[in-house]
């Protein structure tokens, strides 16, 4: 089973400043997501990613297959932004998803 | 508009009394799954679906029963509810019967048992 570790747990910034948010898996996968919580509960899927980088506006993924690792990248951050980000990895071979706890982000004015 | 809807949004019940969570998706994907969100533990994956058909059990599948005899629906299903299923339920749909796609998550639906 694949352990997904999250870091930092909870995320405090000034607006503008860059964040980056880091996600672990203990297992080989086929592909990670990431997933932003907004405050009102609904749950949206930013970006899925199984090699390199990809980029979405102020946001950026990245993921090391070799390192077992994945940063979420926010620039120019905005209050807006505020949210829980979740990270879930599927397994290689596997048709399941394995969550991560998530990073409570605020960024303030 | 592409949308997962979810029924009852709200819904508290009893020990021991039957209940289904309708799961719907209008944008004729394969891959349809349950979650359950609880504070501390996360997102954890309760049953998923490839087809119609075609289900199986995720990280925590006991308590719980799912069918999927039509495309767009994926229902779930407490037959005898206990407080330890008090929790966030979610619903979501992806393209591509080989696995989790983007993701299109549902409202949720907020259950506790008592």
């Known amino acids: 089973k694949n352990e997904v570790e999250q870091s930092p747990q909870n995320l405090t910034a000034q607006e503008g400043e860059f964040i980056t948010i880091n996600c672990s898996y203990s297992?080989?996968?086929?592909?990670l997501h990431w997933l932003q919580q907004h405050p009102g509960g609904g749950i949206v899927s930013l970006f899925m990613?199984?090699?390199g980088k990809k980029k979405h506006g102020r946001l950026i993924a990245t993921i090391n297959i070799q390192e077992k690792h994945s940063s979420l990248h926010i620039t120019a951050s905005h209050p807006r932004d505020s949210a829980v980000y979740i990270c879930?990895?599927?397994?290689?071979?596997?048709?399941?998803?394995?969550f991560g706890k998530g990073t409570k982000l605020s960024v303030i004015p | 508009e592409a949308q997962v809807t979810q029924n009852p949004r709200y819904l508290i019940t009893v020990t021991g009394k039957k209940l289904t969570v309708t799961c719907s998706q209008n944008?004729?994907?394969?891959?349809m799954s349950w979650y359950r969100q609880d504070p501390g533990l996360g997102l954890r994956q309760i049953y998923y679906?490839?087809?119609?058909?075609?289900?199986d059990k995720g990280d925590v599948p006991e308590g719980y029963k799912v069918s999927r005899k039509e495309k767009r629906n994926f229902p779930l299903i407490l037959e005898s509810p206990s407080p330890n299923q008090t929790s966030l339920y979610f619903c979501?749909?992806?393209?591509?019967?080989?696995?989790?796609?983007?993701?299109?998550f549902g409202p949720g639906t907020r259950l506790t048992v008592t």
């Open positions: 979501a749909s992806s393209q591509g019967a080989g696995g989790p796609a983007e993701q299109y």
């Open positions: 297992v080989g996968i086929s592909a």
């Open positions: 990613l199984s090699s």
């Open positions: 879930a990895v599927r397994g290689a071979g596997s048709y399941q998803l394995t």
């Open positions: 944008m004729n994907h394969e891959y």
């Open positions: 679906s490839m087809n119609v058909e075609v289900t």
